[in-house]
Structure formats: C-alpha cells, structure tokens
C-alpha cells in the first residue's frame, strides 16, 4: 500500500516536472544519421560569398540559381514559385519561392521552410551610419537555407535504404526580410510565404505540419517555445522540443517561459492551413533577438557550427522518427 502510495506520489511528481527537467534515456538510439554541421556551416558560407542576398539584386538571383541547383544535386526535385509584389515602400519586386521534395508522391509530408532572402538595411546597426547598407544575412537567412541543404543531402543518403518513407518538402521563402521596422506593420514581413498560402507550388498540397527555421546558426542561442506556434501548433512544439531533449539537445531547446510572439513565415503556414511552428533563434547575452540581428555583423564570422549542428540534429530526428 504505501508502496502504491510513493509511486502515484512520484508519478506525480514526474509529471507535473514533465515540461522542465526532462530526463535523457542514456540508452536510446536514434535512428537517424549524424548531421554534418561542417556541410552546413559551408553552404551558409557559399550563400553569403554572393553578397546580400537582397530583394532585386544579382546576387540575390545567382544565389537563388545555386540553392535550386544544391537541392537538385542532392535528389529533390525543385519548385520555383515566381511572382511580382510590392514593398511597404513602394518598390517592385520580383520574388521566387524555391520548394525542394523528397518522395513527391508520398501522400503523408511534413514542411520544413526558412526564408533565403537576406535584409537590404542594417537598421538595427549600432552606428547610424549603416542602417541603409545591406547584410549579409549569414544567420538570418542563410542559416536556414544551409540546414535545410544538409538535411537534404542526409536524405538523398539514406534514400538507397529507404529510411524516410514519408514525405519532405523543404520551401526556402523570398523576401522575408523588407519589412518595415517601425510602425507595426507586420503584413510588410514575410511576402514570399504570404503568396504561398494562397497559391501553393502545387494545387491542393498539403502537410501534416510544418517547421520554420529562423536564425539556427548564431553564437549563444536558443530556441523558446515561441507563442503563435504554442498557440496554432503546440503538439508540433511538443514534438520538436521533445526530440531535442531525447538527443541531448535540451540546452537549445528551452522550456523556460522566455518565448513571445513573432511576425514570421510560420504565421502564413497556419494561415493557410498546416498548423506550423517556428524554431527561432534568441540571444542568452542579448535580450530578444540574436546581437547580430540586422547589423553588419550578421555575416559568416559570427556563425556558430555547434548551433547548426543542435538545430540540423533535432530536425533529422524529428524525420527520422516520424511515422
Ligand atoms: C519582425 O521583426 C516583425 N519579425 C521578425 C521576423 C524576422 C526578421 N526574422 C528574421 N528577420
Ligand atoms: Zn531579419
């Protein structure tokens, strides 16, 4: 009896610490492949060699070639979305969506996404002098994009043994990132994924859920349970969060009560109808956002490869372990 009476007790317990200290099994075995945080530190270093990656420019349409190029090399087959619209300012633009799958024809698919498109002001500077300078946007953008390409290369890997059976979309979003910074304008964000929720690549597509990534490659980050994605899609929270302490990840992905509420991709997935959360990275030095966060120094120097690899990681077993 008193037995039965301590282990309800500490049951109990357990449960109500489930969203804190979650204990690591030592003995499980993931079943997925190592992430190669080198192979994504690199392709996050190819993008930012074209230079900003801003919204009209040369660079921003030769790197747009090299992305859908990678993932085809890789064995997806690739998507291009292309459409006009129109800046808060005014200015025209012409946006491309890039969309890379694995099994096409697998009527069960999860949507991993992360805009391409890096921020033409530096508005968040601390010297004045640069706001109007473009960024290279190696963590904001390109991060995304370069654990997006190694897990699409782990894919094309595993596909001779057919580990994946369900299906993967990886949509890497344009113009993300010219929104406007003042006023509150949170429809000026996020262009290429607003198109996308009310046109998609292929007519009727549709996923289980969907995981956007969101500056994964910054020096002393962390990932917060992010509200809208508490809000729309909490089970996928659970499920993302959940694979990351099984692996020993649980130091990225926090449970602390730390997360707000964010204007980003994710908002016009669930708009659209796949409940969708956001893995976005936050500073432990730097209140809110990564310090780098639209200012020169988002560039190559201030990635963090132990970052990409707790990021990319949780991602493949998030895959791997989806039935
Ligand atoms: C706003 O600043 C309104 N949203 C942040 C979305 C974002 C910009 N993510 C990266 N750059
Ligand atoms: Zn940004």
Redesign the pocket.
Known sequence: MKKILYLSLFSLLLIGCKEKNVEVDKDYVSPAPAFCEDSAYQYVAEQCAFGPRVMNSAAHDSCGEYIAQKFRSFGAVVYDQYADSKLYNGTPIKMRNIIASYNPDAPARILIAG?WDS?QWADNDPDKANHNTPIDGAN??GSSIGVMLELARQLQLANDSNQVKIGVDFICWDA??S?E?ANNN?NS??LGSQYWSGIRHIQGYTARYGINL??VGGNNTIFYREQYSMKYAPTVVDKVWGAAQRIGYGKFFSYEDEGGY???DHLQVNQGGIPCIDV?GSDTENDGFPST??TLDDNIKHINKETLKAAGQTMLEVIWTEQ
Do not use: L, N
């Open positions: 805009h921020r904001d953008g993300e990132d929104g910074a949170p964000w996020c969101d500056m964010i204007t980003d976005i966060w639209h």
